[in-house]
Nanobody, 126 residues
Framework: QVQLVESGGGLVQAGGSLRLSCAASGRTFSSYAMGWFRQAPGKEREFVAAIARSGGNRAYADSVKGRFTISRDNAKNTVYLQMNSLKPEDTAVYYC???????????????????WGQGTQVTVSS
């Protein structure tokens, strides 16, 4: 099992930046594909970004391509989401997720993830 704790959310003006972090427990972090999802009020949880076990493969939602960057540090058991050029429509609770993976791919589908963090609020003001 793995436990995930997100941090780094907050209130930022449109055009600003935030970096989210997700710290994972356990000694096998490098065996997990990791992802970021978000959920705005009244909407379903949606995919934002994903990264494979090694960090070599990444995937992004079209809405964040070119603005967000996912990365991981397996030595620190942490995955990051650098968010630049934030827009009001990026406002949501952001969740980190982990999937024990036998191959080195980035996973974009919500149902593929077994473990979830508690979420961190990101609010972008106009």
């Amino acid at each position: 099992q793995v436990q995930l704790v997100e941090s780094g959310g907050g209130l930022v003006q449109a055009g600003g930046s935030l970096r989210l972090s997700c710290a994972a427990s356990g000694r096998t972090f490098s065996s997990y594909a990791m992802g970021w999802f978000r959920q705005a009020p009244g909407k379903e949880r949606e995919f934002v970004a994903a990264i494979a076990r090694s960090g070599g493969n990444r995937a992004y939602a079209d809405s964040v391509k070119g603005r967000f960057t996912i990365s991981r540090d397996n030595a620190k058991n942490t995955v990051y989401l650098q968010m630049n050029s934030l827009k009001p429509e990026d406002t949501a609770v952001y969740y980190c997720a982990a999937d024990y993976s036998t191959n080195d791919v980035a996973r974009a589908r919500l149902y593929e993830y077994d473990y979830w963090g508690q979420g961190t609020q990101v609010t972008v003001s106009s």
